[in-house]
Nanobody
């Protein structure tokens, strides 16, 4: 099982980025995929997650990103995306994607995820 994040970078406040999480070694639709972030000196925080397939997709967002971030997935490409819009300096962090077995649940708790990527840095300047 491997998860590889990409798409991070430096952006001005109000800007946008699209993060990608490329999954391999397992069937994406069989797993819950979550995005987490960790800022310096802070605990890892659940940002968003997605599960399901075909006509039933379940998503969750932490309150601080609702209306600004959008999670989606392309099962054919085995990739999950996190679109970050209207970025704020407080969004600065390392963003990680993670996977947990099961296609019908959602979780914002890092301890419930089994596999993790290496992270991608997002820096938002004011």
């Amino acid at each position: 099982v491997q998860l590889v994040e990409s798409g991070g970078g430096l952006v001005q406040a109000g800007g946008s980025l699209r993060l990608s999480c490329a999954a391999s070694g397992f069937t994406l639709d069989d797993y819950l995929i979550g995005w987490f972030r960790q800022a310096p000196g802070k605990e890892r925080e659940g940002v968003s997650c997605i599960s399901g397939s075909d006509g039933t997709i379940n998503t969750w967002y932490v309150d601080s990103v609702k209306g600004r971030f959008t999670i989606s997935k392309d099962s054919a490409k085995s990739t999950v995306y996190l679109q970050l819009n209207s970025l704020k300096p407080e969004d600065t962090a390392i963003y990680y994607c993670a996977a947990a077995y099961g296609d019908d649940w959602l979780s914002s708790f890092a301890d419930e995820y089994d596999y993790w990527g290496q992270g991608t840095q997002v820096t938002v300047s004011s």
